[in-house]
């Protein structure tokens, strides 16, 4: 299955302007499995948090992951079970955007003459 679009992740993405600091970042998880029984490293519940934190501490003025992408694999061949994720995205800053009135609207017309 190909990646699934999730838009941006971080702490305040809720119509904001993003500023592109690096494209193309990408991290992956995986679990092991020999017997229903995790083999190797810690089996954490929120890998995808876990990975957002990794690929953000990678530019320290990075606050958010826009264009975000998840893709999930899992592999079971017999006893052997695998399942990874992976997360990819643009390294950005979040920025204020300023609302400049237009011409109408400094004036208080609409540029007709009396």
Request: hydrophobic share 35%; aromatic share 2%.
């Amino acid at each position: 299955m190909g990646p699934t679009p999730i838009g941006t992740l971080g702490p305040g993405t809720d119509t904001v302007a993003v500023m592109r600091l690096r494209p193309g970042v990408e991290s992956s998880s995986c679990r092991r499995w020999i017997l229903g029984i995790p083999v190797g490293g810690v089996d954490t519940d929120d890998s995808v948090a876990a990975l957002l934190t990794e690929l953000l501490s990678q530019e320290p003025d990075a606050t958010v992951l826009s264009e975000a992408e998840i893709r999930w694999e899992h592999l079971a061949a017999g006893v052997y079970e695998r399942q990874c994720v992976t997360l990819r995205g643009v390294l950005g800053r979040t920025m204020r955007t300023i609302t400049i009135p237009g011409d109408a609207d400094v004036h208080g017309h609409h540029g007709h003459s009396h």
